[in-house]
Structures are given as C-alpha cells and as structure tokens.
C-alpha cells in the first residue's frame, strides 16, 4: 500500500524553529515528487512547494519562496518542511502529497496532515 | 501567475439533486492538467478528477468532470449523503507548479 505518514502536531512559540516529517513507503520514493500544501484554520488549500528527492530539485510558490525550506532524505525516504523562525501566521495544517504522473500530476496520496500551533 | 477562481462559493442542495461547480482559470490552460478535489472535514483531500474529465481509480460515476480553455465544471449527477464536502480544482504547470482554487463547498439544503 502506498503510503504518506506525517510527524505529529507541534506547539510551538513565535520565533522557533520547526521541521516536520512526511515519510513516504510502498513506492519507489525517490521516483515522485512529493509536495507540500497549507490550510489555514477555516480556509482553503494553499500549494506551497515540491521537491524530486531523486536529485532534490525544489520549486516554491512564490508565496512561500524564502519562509520555508523543503528538503528529503531519500536513504529514509522521508520529506521535510522547515521554518527557521515562526510567526503565529504559520499556525495551519499542514499536508503533504505525491503527484502521479499517470494522472497528469493529480495528487492521488496524501499524508494525513500535520498540526501547527503557533502562540506565545 | 494563473488564478484560478472558483464559483459558487457555497452551494446549498438536497440529496438526489445534481451539483454543478465551476472553475474558471484566469488565462487559458491544458486542460490534461486540471484536476478536483473533494475534502471533508478533519480529513485529507481526496483526488476526484484527472485530466478535467478522467476519474481516478475508486471514484463513483456520479462525478463527472468537462472543460476546456478557461472554463472547467465539476458536475455530481445525484448528490449522496456522503458527497457533502469542500471542493477544489486544481492546475499543474510544465514547471512543476501546482495552483488551488479557493474551494466551493457544497452543503445541505
């Protein structure tokens, strides 16, 4: 079974650091991008980046170019989304996705969403 | 930067009625690379529609998907219980970028 499986919620305060997970298994990892989307609390679907972890090619949104950082440990077939300083703005769910090129890059897998808290 | 904007935002109906939801793109697109998503609440969204009008694997013939251009529709033949939910088109560009719309949310009248 093909499957996406997230880090778990996170509490985090204004101004740390975060990095969360999405470990990827039942496919060749390193052979599908795997992208990242926010949803905000009570709104829509937000794309935010992708990354090919067979050769780490990254492409942002430009909306999120520069506020996070999208990197993948193919030995652990693992993707990562990180944030070098939070603000209460990042507080979202954040999900994870795998495009199928069989479907013209629909995102038929998706991780079950990780929860970000972001309060002082 | 391709908008896509979708329409209504809200769509109020009865089980055993037909749904219809637009998308239009604020230039025109491939339409091999427009996509809908149906996502219920505290869940994950789940891929409907491929390539505008292809179903993916599992989903039931009641949605159907048609477009071209700028103009894309999702249509639900005769609304489930279960087919309540947000939905949202989606567009993949050659650059590997992908753009959601705002979703419609389709609820019980």
């Known amino acids: 079974e093909v499957k996406l499986v997230q880090s778990g919620a996170e509490v985090k305060k204004p101004g740390e650091p975060l990095k969360i997970s999405c470990k990827g298994s039942g496919y060749s990892f390193t052979n599908y991008w795997i992208g990242w989307v926010r949803q905000m609390p009570g709104k829509g679907l937000e794309w935010m980046g992708i990354?090919?972890?067979?050769?780490?090619?990254?492409r942002y949104s430009p909306s999120f170019q520069g506020q996070v950082t999208i990197s993948a440990d193919k030995s652990i077939s693992t993707a990562y989304l990180q944030w070098s300083s939070l603000k209460a703005s990042d507080t979202a769910m954040y999900y994870c996705a795998r495009p199928e090129s069989g479907y013209y890059y629909g995102m038929d897998v998706w991780g079950q969403g990780t929860t970000v808290t972001v309060s002082s | 930067e391709i908008v896509l904007t979708q329409s209504p935002g809200t769509l109020s109906l009865s089980p055993g009625e037909r749904a219809t939801l637009s998308c239009r793109a604020s230039?025109?697109?491939?339409?091999?690379?427009l996509a809908w998503y149906q996502q219920k609440p505290g869940q994950a969204p789940r891929l409907l529609i491929y390539?505008?009008?292809s179903r993916a694997t599992g989903i039931p013939d009641r949605f159907g998907g048609s477009g071209s251009g700028t103009d894309f529709t999702l249509t639900i033949s005769r609304l489930e219980p279960e087919d309540f939910a947000v939905f949202y088109c989606?567009?993949?560009?050659?650059?590997?970028?992908?753009?959601f719309g705002q979703g419609t949310k389709v609820e019980i009248k």
């Open positions: 390539g505008a009008s």
């Open positions: 989606q567009l993949y560009d050659s650059s590997h970028k992908w753009t």
């Open positions: 990354i090919y972890p067979g050769d780490s090619d990254t």
């Open positions: 230039q025109s697109v491939s339409s091999s690379y």
